[in-house]
């Protein structure tokens, strides 16, 4: 129970971090670059992911299991440094929308409501990748574990490439309209997830090689969706406001899709397991189909 009530306090407070992050950068840059501004920004926690599945293990090897909790805190601690003494929160002679009264619309609208549902199925797709991806290449691929836990990064590596592509492309094509390209990509990530159904006859790069592209295709829409699009949003629902919704909700999606994917696991199997990750990525895929070309015009 206290361990339980001690990660219950450390994801409320990690929690209060991207709406607030989303609200800064959507102050600074206008609708014309946010898609690549927030397309590098996205990387952030990817980033993270990297260095915690590569540094965790050595971490616990060379200094014992209590340093991998205090050694990234000091490190975060001492990032609060930098952070308060040079970030502002708005250009202060030519803030965006500063001084415009936003006209604000009802945030349980129909558009946030199929944003909302899409990032939640996605989330789905980005657990089961990113929690199970290690479980899967040692059962599997017979991979031994440290090796497994390398190849794993390779999720968020691709991801990394795929939310700088997604965020430069929006801004690029179709007068950074975002929902094309999620489409696009979700149908790629589908198709990807497809080919992972024959797992056994991949070997190791093969299983490898599909996991990049899977990373890729996920968090290219996954950062469009947490990022890009309560930036866009802001004057319409309030950018922290509809980040906070959407991430919060999304994370709820997780808590029952964890458990319910292990369960998959052990009871019908790998094959099966893959199956409900591609159904939940087609479905996102049918959801934003739903809103091609109503997107509003940018803020």
């Not at 490439?161 to 975002?178: E, T, Y």
């Not at 997780?254 to 099966?272: L, Q």
Request: with cysteine; proline share 4%; net charge positive.
């Amino acid at each position: 129970m206290p361990y339980k009530f001690i990660r219950f306090l450390k994801n409320a407070k990690q929690s209060t971090g991207w709406p607030s992050v989303v609200k800064i950068i959507s102050e600074w840059f206008s609708g014309g670059s946010r898609g690549k501004v927030g397309g590098i920004f996205g990387t952030c926690f990817l980033a993270g992911s990297i260095a915690a599945l590569t540094l965790s293990g050595f971490i616990q090897a060379e200094f014992g299991w209590r340093a991998v909790f205090t050694l990234p805190s000091i490190v975060v601690i001492a990032s609060t440094i930098p952070f308060n003494a040079f970030v502002r929160e708005r250009v202060e002679a030519t803030a965006v929308g500063h001084g415009v009264k936003p006209d604000r619309q009802p945030i349980l609208s129909r558009e946030v409501l199929t944003i909302v549902t899409a990032y939640v199925l996605l989330q789905i797709v980005r657990s089961g990748l990113s929690l199970w991806a290690p479980t899967f290449l040692f059962e599997i691929q017979a991979m031994p574990l440290t090796y497994a836990s390398y190849g794993a990064a390779i999720i968020p590596l691709g991801g990394m490439f795929g939310s700088i592509i997604s965020g430069w492309a929006s801004d690029r094509f179709n007068r950074s309209r975002r929902i094309p390209i999620m489409v696009v990509m979700t149908a790629g990530l589908s198709l990807t997830l497809l080919l992972l159904h024959g797992y056994e006859r991949l070997g190791s790069v093969g299983g490898v090689s599909l996991l990049f592209i899977s990373g890729l295709s996920l968090y290219g829409p996954h950062v469009i969706l947490s990022t890009i699009i309560p930036m866009d949003r802001s004057q319409s629902y309030g950018a922290a406001n509809l980040a906070g919704i959407i991430d919060g909700l999304g994370y709820v999606g997780m808590m029952f899709a964890d458990p319910f994917i292990g369960w998959i696991v052990d009871c019908r199997g790998w094959g099966d397991a893959v199956a409900f990750w591609t159904l939940s990525s087609i479905c996102t895929t049918l959801l934003l189909l739903t809103i091609w070309g109503k997107e509003h015009e940018q803020d």
